[in-house]
């Protein structure tokens, strides 16, 4: 069935050092996907959408240098945090619109030290 | 930018209880999502519901929408152990189309403890 996986379930890296997560939908395309983070005891909060062929739109006070999205297919899409510092570290989950459904991926905890 | 108040922000009942929790927009609701999230996991998809006055439910959870399509509830009965978690209530913008399609904005979220 349609599914959105994501792809590291967690990573630990070092301040200043760049982290990649993948997002992709399964057994269907996604021209438009959404990346939400979410910090401890907190709801979601959407950062930006990625497009497919275009640009991302980024929300309202998030960096688009320092979270850099490319919407590489209609199956996958990506979130770079550029030089990541503690302050970024947080569970980051992207999201696919499947007719009316919004699936989500399970999630990538970052942990940055 | 439409905003969503849940309530209560959390809760703990025993086994057996019955529960709602609230979902209220400053706004009208053109489609509302219920989702169950386990603490640092993925989001769960419960229900969606779209018309005023509709009702859904699935085992022992039962959303509803009124009839101005500004509140949402889901009730749980009997709660178990199994329905601990944070349940969300999220919404998709008014006549949202093109690339703004599948946008969901969520309430502060309801943590749900259920004691054996």
């Known amino acids: 069935g349609a599914v959105v996986s994501q792809h590291p379930s967690w990573v630990i890296c070092k301040s200043g050092t760049s982290v990649k997560i993948e997002c992709r939908s399964l057994?269907?395309?996604?021209?438009?996907m959404f990346w939400y983070r979410q910090f401890p005891k907190q709801s979601l909060m959407l950062m930006a959408t990625?497009?497919?062929?275009?640009?991302?739109?980024?929300e309202q006070g998030v960096e688009k240098d320092k979270f850099l999205i490319n919407h590489a297919s209609l199956t996958l899409s990506t979130l770079t945090v550029t030089s990541a510092h503690p302050e970024d570290s947080s569970f980051y989950i992207c999201?696919?619109?499947?007719?009316?459904?919004?699936?989500f991926g399970p999630g990538t905890r970052l942990t940055v030290l | 930018s439409q905003e969503l108040e849940q309530s209560p922000q959390s809760l703990i009942v025993q086994e057996g209880k019955n529960l709602t929790i609230n979902c209220t927009s400053s706004k009208t609701l053109y489609g509302l999502y219920w989702y169950k999230q386990k603490y640092g996991e993925g989001l769960i998809f419960l229900m969606m519901?779209?018309?005023?006055?509709e009702e859904k439910s699935h085992e022992k959870i039962t959303a509803k929408l009124d009839e101005k399509k500004q509140q949402s509830s889901l009730h749980i009965t009997a709660s178990q152990p199994s329905h601990a978690g944070i349940y969300l209530c999220?919404?998709?913008?008014?006549?949202?189309?093109?690339?703004?399609?599948?946008?969901?904005?969520f309430g502060q979220g309801t943590i749900l403890t259920v004691h054996p």
């Open positions: 519901l779209q018309k005023g006055g």
């Open positions: 990625s497009n497919e062929g275009s640009k991302a739109t980024y």
């Open positions: 057994d269907f395309q996604a021209t438009t």
């Open positions: 999201s696919a619109p499947l007719a009316s459904l919004k699936l």
């Open positions: 999220g919404v998709t913008a008014a006549g949202a189309g093109g690339t703004s399609y599948g946008k969901l904005t």
